[in-house]
């Protein structure tokens, strides 16, 4: 007999809550559990990145109290088997990642087994699983920072991925948790299309498919959902909103560099247009970005595509993902320091998107949307999924 779970996919770059602690954390909360509240999910499974925020060695100590009060919320209390993994071992130079994922099984939910990478085998999940530290020894989990060697010339940074393997009734899948490089310079992003920051991208999730779908055990159906960092191409975005302005370099003396670029409209007293700096995005025209929920850009957003061979999305009906201001008072406001962009990313493999179930009464059976739109969640919206996996039970 066909059964279907409903099941919620959940991405969310939380370094904003650490960064400023304690003034978005509680709505953000609120938020999320408004989510999983009107989609009534059996399976949760949350991936955040950049735990700690940046400044990970004064505030790694509230990523337990984090975790802490989402799974001793009131409003999780019926889910009675928990797995959680924190990497927060930033001492450990070579393999920390600062990636931190959730999984939740609800009360009504049977037959969920987890895999055990050592054992080759799946185990039934029971009770509560927390697991913080390096996870070096945890056999329940893989995971792996990007080696050094990949990208010679870049800052050293907590960039990785972390994959848990399921079978949820007799559906086998695995959920990958990644972070992937970021653009340090708009300026340099603006240099080539595609820029030198996407085809690190590029090559660090090839990087990830090859080792999930490697020989080491059997490929299965696979959902990957992180902080991708896609962002839009630079160089044909800036070719289109500088048409008919006037576009002045502005160059640092010593050097040849660049250091701004101003584009000023003809006319109307030449007011400026747009302005590029290392780390200002200043356009005019704001709302472009969230009209329409940004869609006029979406052609500009073509990271995913170079992996259309292996990898689908859900259709985009959000805003950019990032970066929102980080003031309470402006939840829907980007900051000027860089174009938005959809960073935040729920991906699947061609198999995992055929067994999610679609109603034929056309009611909306699949979700992908941003948590809190209207709330200050920090410089990322956090993006979910939610779905029914379609499933035989024996």
Not at 346 to 366: N, P, T
């Amino acid at each position: 007999m066909e059964t279907v779970t409903d099941v919620l996919l959940v991405t969310a770059n939380v370094g904003s809550l650490f960064d400023n602690l304690g003034e978005i954390q509680n709505e953000w909360l609120q938020e999320l559990y408004k989510t999983i509240h009107s989609h009534k999910p059996q399976f949760i499974a949350l991936h955040f990145q950049e735990v700690g925020g940046k400044d990970y060695m004064a505030n790694m100590g509230h990523a337990e109290n984090f975790f802490w009060s989402i799974e001793s919320s009131d409003e999780m209390k019926d889910f009675n088997r928990v797995c959680i993994y924190v990497d927060n071992q930033f001492q450990a130079e070579d393999s920390f990642t600062a990636l931190g994922s959730m999984y939740f099984i609800h009360k009504t939910l049977q037959n969920v087994y987890q895999y055990d990478f050592e054992a080759k085998d799946f185990k039934a999940v029971s009770g509560q699983t927390k697991r913080v530290g390096s996870l070096d020894g945890v056999t329940t989990v893989e995971k792996e920072k990007f080696p050094k060697n990949f990208w010679p010339d870049f800052k050293w940074s907590r960039k990785g991925f972390m994959r848990t393997r399921w079978i949820i009734h007799d559906q086998g899948l695995d959920l990958v948790n990644v972070h992937l490089f970021h653009d340090a310079s708009n300026l340099i992003a603006c240099k080539s299309s595609p820029s030198i920051y996407s085809a690190n991208r590029k090559n660090a999730l090839r990087y990830v498919i090859n080792r999930i779908s490697d020989n080491r055990y059997t490929p299965l159906p696979f959902f990957v959902f992180g902080d991708f960092n896609f962002r839009l191409d630079a160089l044909t975005l800036f070719q289109h909103l500088s048409t008919a302005t006037d576009v002045q370099t502005v160059k640092k003396d010593s050097s040849n560099e660049v250091e701004k670029i101003i584009c000023e409209e003809k006319d109307n007293d030449h007011k400026v247009l747009l302005q590029i700096e290392e780390k200002l995005f200043a356009y005019l025209h704001q709302a472009v970005f969230r009209e329409d929920n940004g869609r006029a850009l979406l052609k500009y957003d073509k990271e995913v595509a170079a992996f259309h061979d292996i990898l689908r999305e859900e259709d985009i009906k959000f805003p950019p993902s990032y970066p929102y201001s980080e003031e309470y008072t402006k939840p829907t406001q980007y900051m000027n320091t860089r174009c938005p962009a959809w960073c935040d990313r729920i991906l699947m493999s061609h198999a995992a998107q055929d067994f999610i179930h679609r109603r034929d009464d056309g009611e909306k059976s699949v979700v992908y949307n941003t948590v809190g739109p209207n709330v200050c969640m920090g410089d990322h919206k956090p993006v979910f999924l939610s779905f029914s996996l379609k499933t035989n039970d024996h």
